[in-house]
T-cell receptor, first 111, second 112 residues
């Protein structure tokens, strides 16, 4: 099956710093999503981005489907950005689509 | 507000018992999914359902069962055959292929 690799696995920043999280995938995909999992376990959808670039406030994401990677940019990080960021790709299998997750990047933003 | 409701948030089960986790959505989404998350790991797909009265096994279906009798409900039963059931369980739904997935807040199951 498709492989989804995220890097780095852990990232520690000082408040105000910028960061880039990467997601590589091994095969063509229908779609790609970035999620933020907060300390209580809730998965918050950040971007639904099969290709191109999107921005939402301090966060932006770029997916280059032909080269099988996506990047999540966090600018001017805040302590509330802490948590785990997951990349998930949607693939078709037997006529049905399913979402396959990477193992995540754990981000810690210190004050 | 529309969303996905999972209950209970915390669940304790004795070994050898079956337990059912609830997932209800009022988003009018056709597809629903169950995922399992272990500490420090990503999410793994247990079961999914594209339409009412139909569902398919995911990557780790052994020891689990589901039903989809209503569009808005997709309960997951963790049976005694599941050897390591302690985990965080997340339910998701999606309207169609051009939309993203929405997740519930999860149920944390502990076997005691």
């Amino acid at each position: 099956g498709i492989q989804v690799e995220q890097s780095p696995p852990d990232l520690i920043l000082q408040e105000g710093a910028n960061s880039t999280l990467r997601c590589n995938f091994s095969d063509s995909v229908n779609n790609l999503q970035w999620f933020h999992q907060n300390p209580w376990g809730q998965l918050i959808n950040l971007f639904y981005i099969p290709s191109g670039t999107k921005q939402n406030g301090r966060l932006s994401a770029t997916t280059v489907a032909t080269e099988r990677y996506s990047l999540l940019y966090i600018s001017s990080s805040q302590t509330t950005d802490s948590g785990v960021y997951f990349c998930a790709v949607a693939t078709s299998q037997g006529g049905s689509e399913k979402l396959v997750f990477g193992k995540g990047t754990k981000l810690t933003v210190n004050p | 507000d529309g969303g996905i409701t999972q209950s209970p948030k915390y669940l304790f089960r004795k070994e050898g018992q079956n337990v059912t986790l609830s997932c209800e959505q009022n988003l009018n989404h056709d597809a629903m999914y169950w995922y399992r998350q272990d500490p420090g790991q990503g999410l793994r797909l247990i079961y999914y359902s594209q339409i009412v009265n139909d569902f398919q096994k995911g990557d780790i279906a052994e020891g689990y069962s589901v039903s989809r009798e209503k569009k808005e409900s997709f309960p997951l039963t963790v049976t005694s055959a599941q050897k390591n059931p302690t985990a965080f369980y997340l339910c998701a739904s999606r309207r169609s292929a051009v939309y993203g997935y929405t997740f519930g807040s999860g149920t944390r199951l502990t076997v005691v």
